[in-house]
C-alpha cells in the first residue's frame, strides 16, 4: 500500500533520509520510533509528500506520487494524515473542520457530507462538540476530531506523526482507543509513537529509525523483548525509565 | 468661511468625485492585490517572479511617474481612454503593491500547519488559501489594509492634479488659480473635504477591526 524505495532527503548539508526502502501492505500497523532528529517526521511527510524528496521512488497503492498540482492533490486524500499539533482549522466548526475536505475535493453534497461528519465525530466520541470551535476542546478531543477529518476523505492509509505526544497524560488513552479500533477494523497505518502499549496492541511490525535508517525492522514482542542493535537497547531503556 | 459656502456646489462635486476614483481604484487595487499575493506565496516559481517583479516596480516608483505614463506613454502608444480611467487604473496599480504587501504579511501570520493540514486533505493550492489561510489572514490583514486604503484616498488628489478634473483637489486649484480666490479659506476647504472621507473611512475600518477580531 505504502512503497518507497531508495529514498533518499537532505535539509540543506543534513542527511535526513538514507536510502529508505519499505514496504507496507494493505492493512498493516507500523509503528515507527527512534531518537528525536532521526528523521521520522520526515518520513512521514515524505509519504504524502508535504516534503519533496531528492531522490527515490513512493508509491501508494502502486500509484507513484506526482510532482505537484492537480494530481498531487488527489493522491494526497486518500492519505490521511494526524498531526501532534493537531491543526484543525481554527476558524471552523469542529463538523465543519470534518466536512470541508469532502465537500471541496470529494464533491459530495454538503448535507450527505454533514451526516458522514457527525457520523464519524460519534464515533470517535466527540458528536456533542460538533459545534464548537477547535480552541474550546481539549487536546485529546482535538485529536479525535482530527482522526475525524482525516477519516472523512475515506483514506486507503492513515498517517500518525506522534499524535499523542502533545496531550495531557489523561487523554492520551482516548486518542490511542481510537487508533486501536481503526487498527482493528483493516485500516493500512504507519504511526509514528513511543507508545509502547498501542505498539504491543495494535502493531503488527516495528520500525526503529536511527540517525536517517530504518535501523531496525521487526515485529513489537521481538523488538521490545530483545532490540538487535545497541542504539535501540539505548534508546528504549530512555524511554522506559521517564 | 464665505468662499466655502458660496462654492458649496463645487466642492460637493469635487468630494463625489473624489470618491470616485477612490471605490473604483479601491475595488481594483484589492482585487489586484490580493490576485498577487496569491502568486507571491504559491508553489510555482513563475507565478512568484511575476508577483514580485510587480510589488517591486509599483512598491518603489513615485505615484506621479506611474500616473505620467498612463497620461502621456498609453495615448503615444495608441492606447486612448478619458484620462478618469488611466489615473484611476494608475491609483489602483500602484495601491494593488501595497495591499499585496498587506496580504502576504496576513498570509505568513497563519501558522503553516494549517496550510498543511488543508494539503493533506487533498485541498490544492487555490482552495487551501481560499478556505483555510485567507479566512484566517483577514484578522491581521484589516489595520495595515486600513492604512493603505486611507493613503490611496490621499493620494488621489494626485490624480486629480494630473487633470481628471473636477475632484475635490481640482475644485481648489479652480477657486486659487481661476478664478482668484485666497488660498487659505479655500484650501481649508478642501481640507475639510477629505477629512470627511477620510476620517469615516478611518471609523468604518475601525469597526471591521473589532468585527473581525471576535471572529476565530
Ligand atoms: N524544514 C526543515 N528544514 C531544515 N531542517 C529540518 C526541517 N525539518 C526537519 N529538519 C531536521 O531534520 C532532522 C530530522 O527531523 P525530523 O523532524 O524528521 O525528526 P524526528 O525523528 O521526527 O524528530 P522528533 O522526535 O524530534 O520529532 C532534524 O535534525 C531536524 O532538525
Ligand atoms: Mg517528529
Request: glycine share 10%; with cysteine; aromatic share 6%.
Amino acid at each position: 500500500m505504502i512503497r518507497a524505495s531508495a529514498v533518499d532527503k537532505h535539509f540543506g548539508s543534513l542527511h535526513v533520509l538514507k536510502d529508505i526502502t519499505l514496504d507496507v501492505p494493505r492493512g498493516q500497523v507500523v509503528v515507527v520510533l527512534g531518537p528525536s532528529g532521526s528523521g521520522k517526521s520526515t518520513l512521514c511527510r515524505v509519504v504524502n509528500r508535504l516534503e519533496p524528496v531528492d531522490s527515490g521512488d513512493i508509491a501508494i497503492d502502486g500509484v507513484p506520487l506526482p510532482a505537484e498540482g492537480r494530481e498531487l492533490a488527489e493522491l494526497r486524500a486518500d492519505v490521511g494524515m494526524v498531526f501532534q499539533q493537531f491543526n484543525l482549522f481554527a476558524h471552523k466548526t469542529i463538523v465543519d473542520n470534518v466536512v470541508l475536505g469532502p465537500v471541496k475535493v470529494r464533491r459530495i453534497d454538503k448535507e450527505t457530507a454533514r451526516q458522514d461528519a457527525m457520523r464519524l465525530l460519534e464515533r470517535v466520541g466527540i458528536a456533542d462538540q460538533a459545534g464548537k470551535y477547535p480552541a474550546q476542546l481539549s487536546g485529546g478531543q482535538q485529536q479525535r476530531a482530527a482522526i475525524a477529518r482525516a477519516l472523512a476523505m475515506r483514506p486507503k492509509v492513515m498517517l500518525f506523526d506522534e499524535p499523542t505526544s502533545a496531550l495531557d497524560p489523561e487523554m492520551i488513552n482516548e486518542v490511542l482507543d481510537v487508533m486501536a479500533d481503526l487498527a482493528a477494523e483493516g485500516m493500512t497505518m504507519l504511526v509514528i509513537s513511543h507508545e509502547m502499549g498501542f505498539a504491543r496492541r495494535a502493531a503488527h511490525r516495528v520500525l526503529f529509525m536511527d540517525d536517517g535508517e530504518i535501523a531496525e525492522d521487526s515485529t513489537p514482542e521481538d523488538f521490545f523483548r530483545a532490540p538487535r542493535s545497541e542504539r535501540a537497547t539505548d534508546f528504549l531503556s530512555k524511554i522506559l525509565t521517564h | 468661511m464665505h468662499v466655502i459656502l458660496a462654492n458649496l456646489p463645487l466642492y460637493l462635486t469635487g468630494m463625489a468625485t473624489t470618491l470616485e476614483i477612490c471605490l473604483y481604484a479601491g475595488a481594483l487595487s484589492l482585487l489586484i492585490g490580493t490576485i498577487l499575493a496569491g502568486f507571491r506565496v504559491s508553489p510555482l516559481p513563475p507565478l512568484r517572479g511575476v508577483g514580485t517583479s510587480w510589488v517591486t516596480v509599483f512598491r518603489n516608483c513615485p505615484l506621479t511617474v506611474v500616473l505620467f505614463f498612463m497620461a502621456f506613454g498609453f495615448p503615444e502608444l495608441g492606447i486612448n481612454f478619458p484620462y478618469f480611467w488611466f489615473g484611476t487604473v494608475g491609483l489602483a496599480l500602484y495601491t494593488s503593491a501595497f495591499v499585496c504587501e498587506a496580504i502576504r504579511s496576513g498570509i505568513n501570520s497563519v501558522p503553516p500547519g494549517q496550510a498543511e493540514a488543508a494539503r493533506s486533505i487533498g485541498l490544492g493550492f487555490g482552495q487551501s488559501l481560499t478556505s483555510v489561510v485567507l479566512p484566517q489572514a483577514v484578522r491581521t490583514v484589516v489595520p495595515p489594509l486600513g492604512s493603505v486604503i486611507i493613503a490611496m484616498i490621499k493620494n488621489s488628489a494626485i490624480v486629480g492634479a494630473f487633470g481628471v478634473g473636477g475632484d475635490l483637489y481640482a475644485a481648489g486649484i479652480t477657486l486659487t488659480s481661476a478664478r482668484g480666490e485666497a488660498a487659505l479659506p479655500v484650501l481649508t476647504g478642501v481640507v475639510i473635504g477629505y477629512l470627511l472621507i477620510t476620517v469615516p473611512a478611518g471609523l468604518l475600518l475601525g469597526t471591521l477591526e473589532r468585527k473581525v477580531a471576535v471572529l476565530r
